[in-house]
C-alpha cells in the first residue's frame, strides 16, 4: 500500500476489521496491491471523470491476469502543476480527496452491515476486466459493465442496509411509551 492509499484510509477512518472470504481482515489488507488496490484507484478515476471530465490522479488501471483483482496501478503522469493557460492544476491534495470518497463508498456496507464480505466484489469485478480488457490495456474509468459491478455490490448493499436501519429506527420512535 503507498502513501496515498494509506493517507485516504487514515482521512476516512475504517472498520478495525472486514470481512474477505469470511476472514476478519483489517481494510489495510484490502487496499494492499496484492488484493483490490487498484480496484479502489479505478473508483477514484471513476469519480474524477464523472466530477472533473479528467483522471486528476495521474494514473492508469490496467488489465493485469496474475492479480487477484484482475488490474494493476500504471502510472502515467507527466504533467507539469499547471494549465497550458498558467492555473494552477487541481494537484495531490484534491487527488486524496477523490480517493478518500472512494475508500467511504466501499467501506459503507461493512459500516452497516458487520457481516458484508468483499470477495464476491472483487471477483466479479475480475470477471469482467478479464472478459472485456487485453493484458495491460487500461480499464476505462467510464466502463459500464464496471460501474454496474461497483453499484450493484458496493453502492446497493450501502442503500439497501440503511432503509433497514431507517425503518427500524422509525419502529422505535413510533412505539408507545
Known amino acids: 500500500m503507498n502513501l496515498f492509499t494509506s493517507s485516504a484510509l487514515r ?6 476489521f472486514i470481512n474477505v472470504q469470511k476472514k476478519k481482515v483489517s481494510p489495510s ?8 488496490e487498484s480496484v479502489l484507484y479505478w473508483s477514484a ?8 471530465n479528467e483522471n486528476l490522479l495521474g494514473l492508469e488501471v490496467v488489465c493485469a491476469p496474475s492479480e487477484v483483482s484482475g488490474t494493476r496501478i ?7 502543476n499547471f494549465n497550458e493557460d498558467g492555473t494552477l492544476r487541481l494537484g495531490l491534495a484534491a487527488g486524496l480527496l477523490l480517493l478518500s470518497e472512494s475508500v467511504n463508498s466501499i467501506m459503507k456496507p461493512a459500516r452497516k452491515d458487520i457481516n458484508f464480505d468483499y470477495s464476491d466484489f ?12 487485453e ?13 454496474s459491478v461497483f453499484y450493484d455490490n458496493i453502492v446497493k448493499p450501502s442503500i439497501s442496509n440503511s432503509l433497514s436501519m431507517n425503518r427500524k429506527l422509525e419502529g422505535i420512535n413510533n412505539s408507545p411509551v
Open 29 to 36: 489488507i484490502l487496499f494492499s496491491s496484492a488484493l483490490a
Open 11 to 16: 482521512v476516512v477512518g475504517t472498520p478495525r
Open 74 to 80: 500504471k502510472s502515467v503522469d507527466t504533467k507539469n
Open 135 to 147: 493484458p495491460g490495456e487500461a480499464l476505462r474509468f467510464n466502463d459500464y459493465e464496471l460501474n
Open 45 to 52: 478515476g471513476s469519480l474524477s471523470l464523472r466530477l472533473h
Open 122 to 133: 472483487i471477483l466479479k469485478f475480475r470477471e469482467v476486466v478479464l472478459k472485456n480488457y
